[in-house]
């Protein structure tokens, strides 16, 4: 098992700009596919974006263009740079830990607690 913390939430105005970062520690990372996912209130938690551990980058179409996902092995730590950001992007952002390489949250066995970002109009 893999613990994992967020950090970087914050209230932003739309067109703006922001970090997020996922610090992990147990279990080795760098054999881990690492994931965010997003939950907006009233809404399913949904895929954003996924690293392997192989750094093969995949996205939600939503996110395609505007959203950066990356890994830095020696710091254990997976980013989510977000850009252009629109009020639709509001939400709790997830960091979640997997063995496979996957887009589905039931395939994700670790979850960090969530990060609120907030984007006003």
């Known amino acids: 098992q893999v613990q994992l913390v967020e950090s970087g939430g914050s209230l932003v105005q739309a067109g703006g700009s922001l970090r997020l970062s996922c610090a992990a520690s147990?279990?080795?990372?760098?054999?881990?596919?690492m994931g965010w996912f997003r939950q907006a209130p009233g809404k399913e938690r949904e895929f954003v974006a996924g690293?392997?551990?192989?750094?093969?980058?995949y996205y939600a179409d939503s996110v395609k263009g505007r959203f950066t996902i990356s890994r830095d092995n020696a710091k254990n730590t997976v980013y989510l740079q977000m850009n252009s950001l629109k009020p639709e992007d509001t939400a709790v952002y997830y960091c979640a830990a997997s063995a496979l390489i996957a887009r589905t949250a039931g395939q994700f066995g670790s979850w960090g607690q969530g990060t609120q970002v907030t984007v006003s109009s």
């Open positions: 690293i392997s551990w192989l750094s093969t980058t």
């Open positions: 147990g279990r080795t990372f760098n054999s881990l596919s």
